[in-house]
């Protein structure tokens, strides 16, 4: 399978959306904004929430739904490669943002403290088929100390801000299986992608893992820590995977179906867009790039 590349200098690139279009939305954390790359390649501001944007996703109100992690430092390698570095000096605090892609208008939808919520570096999310969406905090790293964090339900509507598995080590990417009854997680550090059985839109089993923490499905060898994630049309569940660099397919079984590798050491997101969702679009966030490239099974058709 052959890699294009659609667009490059970008500023870290994740949270790619795929557009009917043709078009990716998607986020460049460095710069703080939110991008829109046509298919020709064109890029184009959609809008500027500054901080780190991070995971995105559309949500029932065709807005943009983002989690913004506050920002990072960053450290230019000199191999070209961007590489993102504990808490910003300049850190503005977790938060989830609505966005509207005509305008570029920010709201700020959840931010710390709302509903009692602890909110520090907000990452990935994912929409369910009842409008609301579920979002990890992967919080923020600094000298000798990291954050302990979770894994949060909110409604789209401002009115719900929950988080419903705690403590989750560093979480990272998110989503849904084919039926909406089972929630899979990716934690970085660890390597580890997760599973949790939904009882109920917002909840989980309590009594599914050791004290509610879930089941582990699936830890890969080497030098490799876990980012983003996307989910077949067959539930196998490809994880972008750092390091020793590509897509780690996993099937709901705890199977590695197939690594298929890149050329970055920051791989971190998969989305898919055409007709048949047989188009992968890939952020190699390390060098800056957008890239496509065929892929054999159909990605999941989203909720929204």
């Known amino acids: 399978m052959t890699l294009a590349t659609i667009a490059d200098d970008l500023r870290f690139p994740e949270g790619p959306v795929a557009l009917p279009d043709g078009s990716v939305v998607l986020v460049e954390i460095a710069a703080g904004r939110i991008s829109r790359v046509r298919a020709d390649g064109t890029i184009e501001t959609v809008a500027e929430p500054g901080g780190g944007p991070n995971g995105l996703a559309l949500g029932p109100d065709g807005m943009l739904y983002c989690c913004n992690n506050g920002g990072f430092e960053y450290f230019e390698h000199p191999a070209g490669l961007l590489i993102p570095h504990g808490q910003a000096h300049d850190y503005s605090g977790g938060r989830i943002e609505r966005i509207d892609p005509a305008t570029g208008a920010v709201e700020i939808l959840y931010r710390d403290g709302d509903f009692g919520c602890v909110l520090r570096g907000p990452n990935d999310i994912v929409f369910d088929s009842h409008g609301g969406f579920w979002f990890t ?53 660890t390597c580890r992608l997760m599973a949790f059985d939904i009882t109920a839109p917002g909840k989980v089993d309590p009594t599914v893992g050791i004290g509610g923490a879930g089941i582990p499905l699936y830890r890969p060898a080497g030098y490799t820590f876990f980012d983003s994630l996307g989910i077949e049309e067959c539930d196998n569940i490809c994880v972008a995977t750092i390091g020793e660099s590509g897509i780690s397919v996993i099937s709901p079984a705890g199977a590695l179906v197939e690594f298929v590798p890149t050329p970055d050491p920051f791989t971190t997101n998969i989305c898919w867009g055409g007709v048949d969702r047989q188009t992968a679009y890939i952020t190699l966030s390390g060098t800056g790039r957008l890239v496509r490239m065929p892929w054999p099974r159909p990605g999941l058709a989203l909720a929204h």
Do not use: M, Q, W
């Not at 964090?149 to 929950?162: M, N, R, S, V």
């Open 137 to 189: 905090d992967h919080g923020k790293t600094r000298h000798r100390e990291r954050d302990v964090t979770g894994i949060f339900y909110a409604k789209a509507d401002g009115t719900h801000l929950e988080e419903v598995i705690f403590p989750s080590e560093n979480p990272n990417g998110i989503g849904l299986s084919p039926d909406g009854k089972r929630l899979y997680v990716a934690e970085t550090y």
